[in-house]
């Protein structure tokens, strides 16, 4: 049905609740949004690539790239806990930083792994085994 009131047309796409994404981060435990913005999925889709076999925090493009996925993973966050998360890369070594690819992949993973409406024909996935990114 088309619309003229984009909020109803919203609306009538949202999706059920969903179970929250959680990780922990330089020792800080973080809970997601429930869902990213449009410009967030734009923003990720648009970050510089990264390749953790050839990662290295020396050199400027792959610092550019970290950072990008890290301001992605701080934009899912609720503000109030933002500030946390700024605070917790400076307990993770620069020699580490690929731990924020890790961190962000988790992340797109398990909102694009999530139905958008219950399913009524596939049968349950196995559970993921609870992987939680960490330092």
């Given at each position: 049905?088309?619309?003229?009131?984009?909020?109803?047309?919203?609306?009538?796409?949202?999706?059920?609740?969903?179970?929250?994404?959680?990780?922990?981060?330089?020792?800080?435990?973080?809970?997601?949004?429930p869902d990213p913005t449009l410009g967030d999925c734009?923003?990720?889709?648009?970050?510089?690539?990264?390749?953790?076999?050839?990662?290295?925090?020396?050199?400027?493009?792959?610092?550019?790239?970290?950072?990008?996925?890290?301001?992605?993973?701080?934009?899912?966050?609720?503000?109030?806990?933002?500030?946390?998360?700024?605070?917790?890369?400076?307990?993770?070594?620069?020699?580490?930083?690929?731990?924020?690819?890790?961190?962000?992949?988790?992340?797109?993973?398990?909102?694009?792994?999530?139905?958008?409406?219950?399913?009524?024909?596939?049968s349950p996935s196995p559970a993921?085994?609870?992987?939680?990114?960490?330092?």
């Open positions: 049905m088309p619309y003229r009131d984009f909020d109803a047309a919203r609306r009538a796409y949202a999706g059920p609740d969903r179970e929250p994404i959680e990780f922990t981060y330089g020792g800080e435990r973080f809970t997601c949004l734009f923003d990720i889709h648009d970050a510089p690539e990264l390749d953790p076999n050839d990662f290295d925090p020396n050199r400027p493009e792959d610092l550019l790239g970290v950072r990008s996925l890290a301001k992605f993973i701080e934009k899912m966050l609720p503000y109030e806990d933002r500030p946390r998360f700024q605070k917790a890369h400076y307990s993770i070594p620069s020699s580490q930083a690929i731990v924020i690819y890790e961190c962000a992949g988790y992340i797109v993973e398990e909102y694009t792994n999530r139905p958008t409406e219950p399913s009524g024909t596939s993921s085994a609870g992987r939680i990114s960490s330092e």
